[in-house]
């Protein structure tokens, strides 16, 4: 079968496990970026160095949520492009939005020398000089390095479009390996601290776009970069936006969520905190699992979305959705089962009253995995069909609606263990009600005759 065909052919579990593993090790690695340069910095020049990197997770966040519209949204339109045999229209996806983001990140990074100072400030206060000094440093390459940042998101994102995972996936593994060696020669070597960290991240951001421009060079694309223009021109662009704005909201709506959970955490003390930031990063981990199922199936659901298979499309929904929900189940029995082995692993030797706090803190936000797949496929899956009001409205009453209606109601009758519950049921409640929603109007969003690319 040519791979051009397989999207709209192939049986669909194979399509959709030959993306999951290369959209899994993509999105895992793109954090590993940041845990390679805290570890070793933390080793290397203590707990400062360590503050820095962290210090600027916020504004990474940021920046992300910028490119997702146009990563998103090209991604999907470059789907319905190929599998509507349109590769004029995919080039123009591909022009467009290159250029968007180039010029974009290019902006940010020429104010880089004008507005690390005042971020580093912002970010780290004036209480620890030091640490205005690190956090500058810091931030000031990494804006640096923002078109380079972009163009992997969205390039890879676009090289998945057009039945390539794999070149994806390398992409990522390559930047990673850079990352990691430049750290250990700039870092540990040459003693070049938080700045090495930053130049080292730099250049390995570099890489990954390099190695998918070289790809394409090689003419093993659909979309011709011999071709390419640079162009804000593009009579669709605000399909793209109107498909990527509901992955915008999705990470802004996230992020205040969890600013709002922290804050709420402040009143029981350090010992509640600490197990915030423990339980934060596992659910940071393992919720890729469920990220890489969205991203696994949109490619697929793009291409026969432009196929005219709608068929295709429900089948793909229906088999992620019950992937994801057994998965979700495993990840959740694990958290009741066995949460001091989590403990152990990620926070070494704690106090017995540190214990207790994350044992309850594991067990009821690992609730949240039971929903957190079936609403990442819902969303992406409304996003993909032209229902971007009601895949918004997924993200922000999972992100921060249903959140903020938890948090007033359930610590004062709860006390802590209502925190705890509050971003799970903020999920279960979020596809109760746009799920029950949906089939309750199921030949407006399931029926086959109803689907459009």
């Not at 440093?137 to 794999?166: C, E, H, K």
Request: glycine residues 10%; contains cysteine.
């Amino acid at each position: 079968m040519p791979a051009a065909n397989q999207l709209g052919e192939a049986p669909i579990k194979s399509l959709f496990f030959r993306y999951y593993g290369p959209a899994l090790i993509s999105i895992l690695s793109s954090a590993v970026h940041q845990i390679i340069n805290g570890l070793i910095l933390g080793q290397q020049v203590g707990k400062e160095g360590l503050a820095a990197v962290g210090l600027y997770g916020p504004v990474l966040i940021v920046f992300v949520s910028l490119a997702l519209p146009v990563m998103i949204g090209g991604g999907v339109l470059i789907g319905k492009s190929f599998g509507a045999d349109n590769t004029a229209k995919a080039q123009q996806v591909f022009q467009f939005a290159t250029t968007l983001v180039l010029l974009t990140g290019g902006i940010i990074a020429a104010s880089a020398p004008f507005i690390h100072q005042p971020l580093a400030r912002f970010l780290a206060g004036d209480a620890n000089p030091r640490l205005v000094q690190l956090t500058a440093g810091y931030a000031f390459w990494q804006l640096l390095s923002l078109p380079f940042f972009f163009l992997g998101m969205i390039w890879g994102n676009f090289v998945r479009a057009d039945n390539a995972p794999t070149v994806s996936r390398n992409a990522s593994l390559l930047a990673v390996a850079v990352n990691i060696v430049l750290d250990l020669v700039l870092i540990v070597g040459l003693h070049m601290g938080v700045t090495g960290a930053a130049i080292a991240t730099g250049i390995a951001l570099f890489s990954g776009p390099a190695y998918l421009f070289g790809y394409m060079l090689r003419g093993k694309t659909r979309y011709s970069l011999t071709g390419f223009r640079f162009t804000l021109r593009f009579a669709a662009w605000k399909e793209l936006l109107r498909i990527g704005i509901p992955s915008f909201a999705s990470e802004l709506a996230f992020s205040t969520g969890l600013l709002l959970i922290n804050r709420t955490l402040v009143g029981y003390g350090p010992l509640a905190v600490s197990a915030f930031g423990l339980v934060n990063y596992l659910s940071f981990i393992l919720i890729r699992l469920f990220t890489a199922a969205m991203i696994a199936s949109m490619p697929i659901m793009s291409f026969n979305l432009g196929a005219n298979q709608p068929a295709r499309v429900l089948e793909t929904l229906r088999f992620a959705i019950s992937f994801t929900v057994v998965l979700g189940v495993v990840i959740t029995l694990a958290g009741f089962l066995i949460p001091d082995l989590f403990i152990r692993l990620f926070s070494g030797d704690q106090t017995t009253s540190f214990r207790d706090v994350a044992t309850q803190a594991i067990s009821l936000y690992f609730l949240l995995f039971l929903a957190a797949g079936p609403n990442y496929l819902l969303a992406a899956y409304l996003q993909s069909t032209g229902h971007s009001t009601v895949s918004t409205l997924i993200n922000l009453l999972k992100g921060i609606v249903l959140i903020s209606l938890c948090l007033l109601i359930l610590p004062d009758r709860l006390g802590l263990t209502g925190v705890w519950l509050s971003r799970s049921l903020a999920e279960i409640g979020t596809l109760a009600l746009v799920g029950g929603y949906t089939l309750f109007y199921r030949e407006r969003y399931y029926q086959t005759e109803g689907i459009k690319g």
